[in-house]
């Protein structure tokens, strides 16, 4: 009997890779997002730490130029404006990793089905087999008792 070949097996290899550059393709774009998100908690720390250095340069007792009051209240501004920015991209990757995570999904249940059509021909080919090596055996046996 023929050895037992998978008509698909090409399809199944292409979408083993392709699944495979999803998957690599959905850590890249989770990587990204993480190193974002770290980006913004360093921007809001820098915030923090201006408001707690103007807070301490403005106590009781102190006095402040109006200089000073103007470079202070640019640079909350300028850290303000970086950190909505920064919020406008963690969500632009977050909706990229949404979508990378989509693709992967799709992909893992197309490679699924095909290796459960697989599995199925594989079991189909089995019978097939146990039912040819069954038949040979029935007439090997015919034949034996013929010849008693």
């Keep these: ?7 698909l097996e090409t399809l199944l290899k292409v979408t083993k890779r392709k699944k495979d550059d999803a998957e690599m393709q959905f850590a890249e774009s989770s990587r990204k997002l993480e190193e974002c ?5 360093v921007l809001l720390r820098e915030l923090a730490e201006g408001q707690k250095e103007f807070a301490d ?3 009781e007792g102190k006095t402040v130029t109006i200089g000073v009051i103007m470079m202070y209240n ?6 303000r404006d970086q950190i909505e920015k920064q919020q406008q991209v963690i969500l632009k990757a977050t909706q990229d990793k949404q979508q ?11 490679l ?3 290796e459960q059509l697989k599995e199925k021909r594989l079991r189909e080919y089995n019978a097939e087999l146990l039912f040819e090596e069954q038949k040979m055996l029935d007439e090997i046996g015919l034949q034996l008792s013929m010849r008693k």
């Design 57 to 59: 340069m403005t106590g």
């Design 112 to 114: 699924k089905s095909i």
């Design 100 to 110: 990378k995570l989509k693709i992967l999904m799709q992909l893992m249940t197309y």
């Design 74 to 79: 640019e640079f909350f501004n300028w850290k």
């Design 1 to 7: 009997m023929k050895k037992f070949k998978f008509q």
């Design 37 to 41: 998100r770290a980006k913004l908690q």
